[in-house]
């Protein structure tokens, strides 16, 4: 079994696909896969899939799209139903979703976080680096579930995996920093601004990358650009700490060189 959701949704057993062509029955058994090993209620679908006010005909519908899903998979099983109804199984009060470890590219993404993360606490900045870019790798595109209709609870799995990715990123972008690889950097920080202009953990990374990289007079000019962007399309100012920044690019502040950290985003810039 794979499944994969970092970018558009995919399940297959045995290379063969598992995935409905219908929208509703593609949030079930997205809710289903996210939620692997635990029993998801039937309110909890119901929910995800018509809202507040589900239908009266709701609870036959839903079980039309197991049945469906069990078919699914009994086809890409070679005709064994046993193995469909291991796989979803049903419980007094919803559907479980059961499959191996590790068939998850959210599994191995979280994994790789996580000791990245742990790799970076223990100085270790080469192999966090390292692994927190191949935790990203894992992604197709920046967005989750990408072609799956979604509901408050899909809706809600998106933006976590969406704000875990930025989080990530900008983590491995420090580590990068911290390595002495700005000028690297640069070209994967422009196209990053561009695409998220209010993010001012990477504006900052960005200044620096351009000072460390010599270009000073750019790297305020970057500090320039994003105050009027923040005045002009939300009414503030930048925050305290990319203000600092930019008296520290200034006056020149060796705390801004190389064997200063970034790690953690804006904290600790200057």
Known sequence: MEIKVLGPFEATLDGRSIVPSAGKARQVLCLLVLNAGKIVPVAALQREVWGERPPKTALTTLRTYVMHLRKLITEAAGGRPDVAKRIVTTSATGY????????????RYRHLVRVGESALRAGEVPHGSGLLGAALDLWSGDEALIDVRRGVLLEAEAQRLRQSRATTL???IAADLELGRHHQLLGELIE????????????AQQMVALYRSGRRCEALSVFTSTRRTLVEQVGIEPSPTLRRLHQSILAGDRALDLDHSLRGGLRGVV
């Open 192 to 203: 990053l601004t561009v695409a998220d202009p209010f993010n001012e953990g990477l504006r």
């Open 170 to 172: 900008e983590q491995r």
């Open 96 to 107: 479980m979703f059961r499959m191996e470890s590790g068939g998850r590219d959210l599994d």
